[in-house]
T-cell receptor, first 114, second 112 residues
Framework: SAVISQKPSRDICQRGTSLTIQCQVD?????MFWYRQQPGQSLTLIAT?????????ESGFVIDKFPISRPNLTFSTLTVSNLSPEDSSIYLC???????????FGPGTRLTVL | GQQLNQSPQSMFIQEGEDVSMNCTSS?????WLWYKQDPGEGPVLLIA?????ELTSNGRLTAQFGITRKDSFLNISASIPSDVGIYFC????????????FGKGITLSVRP
């Protein structure tokens, strides 16, 4: 498994501002992912955070709205930009070790946009 | 996009009872994963299944990878109050860039 931490654990933000979420893993991992979980819903993949290159975004998610950084093999950030109330969700990072088909999730960041 | 089918959306059981949850798909998966999510937390991996027909246990939990590779089930035996939460199944195809597909989750309530 992996020990994953996220900061902040929760935040309340004003419309039009941005929030950057950090994800830290206790060991090097090849794959890191960012998910969104809207209230009462399942998990939706936003993007795959690639180390040393641009993130790979899923349909419906764009870099301008969700810029991602992955400076090394243990750390990634997701920024949610130009916030609106519709962005109120839980944002989760997950990691996958090379050679496994298993993802482990961080504790999530609960974002509320007023 | 493709989704896994989990139903019903909610289940209510008495403490001590066993419960079984199904997850079905119209396409074949090569890996099945079961997660539990407590309120305010991220999903925690319960069981991972990698081969058709595989039956794996983790304490009071047992999960099976269906023979057709289009379904999986999770059994919880002798339920206790801390089993309350949302149970998600997730499937994965083969391939280096294959992503997880999640079910909508089943909310389990356990009456003491």
């Amino acid at each position: 498994s992996a020990v994953i931490s996220q900061k902040p654990s929760r935040d309340i933000c004003q419309r039009g501002t941005s929030l950057t979420i950090q994800c830290q893993v206790d060991s090097q991992v090849t794959m890191m992912f960012w998910y969104r979980q809207q209230p009462g819903q399942s998990l939706t993949l936003i993007a795959t955070a690639n180390q040393g290159s641009e993130a790979t975004y899923e349909s419906g998610f764009v870099i301008d709205k969700f810029p991602i950084s992955r400076p090394n093999l243990t750390f990634s950030t997701l920024t949610v930009s130009n916030l609106s109330p519709e962005d109120s969700s839980i944002y989760l990072c997950s990691v996958e070790r090379t050679g496994t088909d298993t993802q482990y999730f961080g504790p999530g960041t609960r974002l509320t946009v007023l | 996009g493709q989704q896994l089918n989990q139903s019903p959306q909610s289940m209510f059981i008495q403490e001590g009872e066993d419960v079984s949850m199904n997850c079905t798909s119209s396409s074949i998966f090569n890996t099945w994963l079961w997660y539990k999510q407590d309120p305010g937390e991220g999903p925690v991996l319960l069981i991972a299944l990698y081969k058709a027909g595989e039956l794996t246990s983790n304490g009071r939990l047992t999960a099976q990878f269906g023979i057709t590779r289009k379904d999986s089930f999770l059994n919880i035996s002798a339920s206790i109050p801390s089993d309350v939460g949302i149970y998600f199944c997730a499937g994965r195809h083969t391939g280096a860039n294959s992503k997880l597909t999640f079910g909508k989750g089943i909310t389990l309530s356990v009456r003491p």
